[in-house]
């Protein structure tokens, strides 16, 4: 399984930006990815942080292609775009314990 790093970047402005670096062995790949927060309290109801959403969707994809596969650059929102099931199978991803803040 892949490590994900996960980094907010210019905290405070929205939509939040985030890079996720996708290691696997000795290859990595690095995208940007942005969250608007009207998608955050969508998908996850506010019961996880932002940083949390955009992990579960990296491991939704990751299930469904190669890290390469994925695009560089995208905002969240177009992830049904290419997966139909996203917005129903999206919620397995997500944590299963109490809101984490940070």
Known sequence: ???????????????????VEIIE??????????????????????????????????????EREDKESILSEFDISVIPRFFPEFPKAFAKFLPKKAKDLQ
């Open 25 to 62: 062995g000795t290859s990595r790949t690095v995208h940007e990815v942005t969250l608007s927060e009207k998608d955050y309290r969508k998908w996850t109801r506010e019961k996880c942080a932002p940083r949390q959403c955009v992990q579960a969707a990296f491991e939704f994809l990751l």
């Open 1 to 19: 399984m892949a490590d994900l790093i996960i980094r907010q970047i210019e905290r405070g402005q929205e939509p939040w930006r985030f890079r």
